[in-house]
């Protein structure tokens, strides 16, 4: 791939890559931290690499598909993602467990002058761990995708292929439910960012 390919936009990288299949590395280059981190925070370290890996193997399968007048491919590797993620349903299930359990034994660990901060940190974490879990699968993954990965509510719609209407539905009942979770003193304001 040439120095002027790489700085082209993702459309034009992945139109390149259906007749130069080493192109697409550009892809992977500008958005596999992303997706990691997110999938990280989703999944944990164990699984996370393998979810992007599968993730970008699927999107290079299917790159022959991909609508280029689309000319940001993140929304379309987060909705790739985000059906990896909902197959490791129960990996993730048994993340926000662990989170919730860590964070209680973890609390009573603390020293003296750290204690009040700990507590509170470790406290909100297990809630917002038990919160996460107990969402419906659809309402996480819009809360999360904003939250976590940044992307605006029409990138979230075009990653599910569903319009902003419902994004801003579900998201409004996650918060909701959260809410009612943590409690509205601990509702974080990372949540309440409006995209």
Do not use: C
Not at 93 to 104: D, K, M, N, T
Request: charged residues 30%; without cysteine.
């Amino acid at each position: 791939m040439t120095a002027t390919a790489e700085h082209a936009g993702d459309a034009a990288v992945i139109a390149a890559s259906r007749h130069d299949a080493e192109a697409f590395g550009v892809i992977y280059d500008r958005h596999a931290a992303g997706l990691h981190r997110y999938a990280y925070r989703r999944l944990g370290p164990e699984s996370a690499e393998d979810a992007v890996a599968e993730t970008f193997l699927a999107a290079f399968r299917h790159r022959g598909r991909y609508d280029l007048a689309r000319e940001d491919a993140r929304p379309w590797l987060f909705g790739i993602l985000t059906k990896e993620i909902a197959r490791r349903w129960r990996t993730e299930q048994a993340r926000y467990r662990a989170l919730s359990r860590a964070a209680e034994g973890e609390a009573a660990e603390g020293f003296a002058d750290e204690v009040d901060a700990a507590v509170s940190a470790q406290a909100a974490r297990g809630a917002l761990a038990d919160g996460l879990r107990g969402l419906a699968a659809r309402d996480r993954d819009v809360l999360l995708l904003i939250a976590w990965s940044g992307l605006s509510y029409a990138e979230v719609a075009q990653t599910l292929q569903i319009n902003v209407g419902t994004v801003r539905s579900r998201l409004h009942r996650a918060r909701r439910k959260l809410r009612e979770a943590l409690g509205e003193d601990t509702m974080t304001d990372f949540f309440e960012v409006e995209r």
